[in-house]
């Protein structure tokens, strides 16, 4: 409520609220092109997430599901990432990704060794694509883990049942396995694009939004105007449409995607 307030005045964050612009701030944002650009970038990573990194998720958990050793280890190891935070995940894959010795631009040097200079966070054509390699890196073991336990649940005797019936195991997984994971897939969708739609501290940390705002999210935007540059009436606002954007999708997804899980 306090940040809707805020959102009307010119205010720097000191001193009393004295200069009303009503709606001015809204106009200014919804004006602005960098601010535009980290909207699609938000929604890009919305993209990427629920076609490559869920779908890689539910693919792996599978794969591991059907194995008879290691799993517990494997589990392990694609969970481990979710454990670091955002500050010393950003780190690391700086340094893989820094372009004089960087993994990456020595595995690539192997394949092509006249290739030159390799920095993805550098190039505005490559960075958003290069954190959301460290993004699914470090979430996908997350979403694995929801889906075993989505798995868990799932009644053993109905694909005993399946393979008796002479059901392959491709069958039984599109109609028996993955009908009956619905749920956990919809939780897991809620989530991702609710996450993708805030993310800040690893793109802050690995790209503060640049080269030349290639990489800017709505809530790098926002500590950029609101704390760096004393704008907190119009970082409210960017914070104000954040919310609303969250809200009316968690509000809207509720009601029509997961009303039978409540039900």
């Known amino acids: 409520v306090q940040a809707v307030y805020y959102s009307l005045f010119r205010w720097n964050g000191l001193g009393s609220l004295q200069n009303f612009i009503g709606l001015g701030n809204y106009v200014r944002v919804f004006s602005d092109r960098v601010f535009l650009g980290a909207l699609s970038h938000n929604l890009q990573l919305v993209a990427l997430s629920l076609l490559i990194q869920l779908p890689l998720?539910?693919?792996?958990?599978l794969l591991i599901r059907g194995l008879t050793r290691g799993r517990a280890l494997l589990r392990t190891i694609?969970?481990?990432?979710?454990?670091?935070?955002?500050?010393?995940?950003?780190?690391?894959?700086?340094f893989i990704?820094?372009?004089?010795?960087g993994l990456v631009e020595q595995l690539l040097h192997a394949i092509a060794p006249n290739l030159g200079d390799v920095a993805p966070l550098a190039n505005p054509k490559t960075v958003l694509y290069a954190l959301f390699v460290v993004i699914t890196w470090?979430?996908?073991g997350y979403h694995m883990i929801l889906y075993i336990a989505g798995l868990q649940n799932i009644p053993a005797e109905l694909e005993e049942a399946a393979a008796i019936d002479g059901c392959g195991r491709l069958q039984t997984l599109r109609y028996i396995t993955i009908p009956l994971l619905g749920s956990t897939v919809r939780l897991t969708i809620y989530l991702?694009?609710?996450?993708?739609?805030?993310?800040?501290d690893l793109v802050?940390?690995?790209?503060?939004g640049g080269p030349v705002s290639a990489s800017d999210t709505m809530a790098t935007y926002l500590y950029k105007y609101g704390f760096q540059r004393f704008q907190l009436g119009y970082g409210s606002t960017v914070a104000v449409i954040i919310f609303l954007i969250c809200f009316s999708f968690s509000l809207i997804y509720q009601r029509v995607a997961m009303r039978r899980d409540f039900e």
């Open 57 to 61: 998720a539910l693919g792996l958990t």
């Open 78 to 94: 694609f969970f481990l990432p979710f454990v670091l935070s955002e500050v010393v995940t950003g780190v690391i894959w700086n």
């Open 97 to 101: 990704y820094r372009p004089s010795g």
């Open 138 to 140: 470090k979430y996908f």
């Open 192 to 200: 991702s694009v609710l996450g993708s739609m805030q993310f800040f």
């Open 204 to 208: 802050w940390v690995m790209t503060t």
